[in-house]
Structures are given as structure tokens and as C-alpha cells.
């Protein structure tokens, strides 16, 4: 087991697993550090597209919601 920050020490060593922790999870890959870092852009990348559409399907309801929201009726 090695554990390092050092990316060019990580690739050298000619890793076959890595295991990282994000979010409170340990994730394991099973591939060099070099393909791991590939997938971890790829990953971050898929991620933000995600968030972006999640924000403008947000924004559009919203938008729905201000035009055609409930209409208060104070007269009970």
C-alpha cells in the first residue's frame, strides 16, 4: 500500500488499484494511475453536465411555477 499525493511518484510506481476517498466514501478502481485520472476527469466532467441540466430544469420550473402558481384566494 502507498500512500501519496505525489502524482508522478503515484504513476511510477505502476499502481493497479487505487482506492480514493470522496465524499465521506472510499471508491476503488481497479487500473494504473494514469487511467484513474482520466476516469476521475471524465467523472467530473459528467457531473457538472449533470448539475448544469439540473439547474436549468430548476430554472424552468421555476419559471412555470412564477407564470402559473397557486393563486391565493382570500376569500374563504
Keep these: 500500500m502507498l500512500v501519496s499525493h505525489?502524482?508522478?511518484l503515484l504513476d511510477a510506481c505502476k499502481c493497479t488499484a487505487i482506492a480514493e476517498i470522496r465524499d465521506k466514501k472510499l471508491h476503488y478502481f481497479r487500473c494504473?494511475?494514469?487511467k484513474f485520472?482520466?476516469?476521475r476527469e471524465e467523472r467530473v466532467e459528467r457531473a457538472r453536465k449533470e448539475y448544469e441540466a439540473q439547474q436549468e430544469k430548476i430554472?424552468?420550473?421555476q419559471s412555470?411555477?412564477?407564470r402559473f402558481g397557486a393563486k391565493v384566494d382570500n376569500n374563504f
Design 32 to 34: 494504473g494511475f494514469g
Design 6 to 8: 505525489e502524482e508522478a
Design 64 to 66: 412555470y411555477i412564477d
Design 59 to 61: 430554472a424552468h420550473l
Design 37 to 39: 485520472v482520466e476516469e
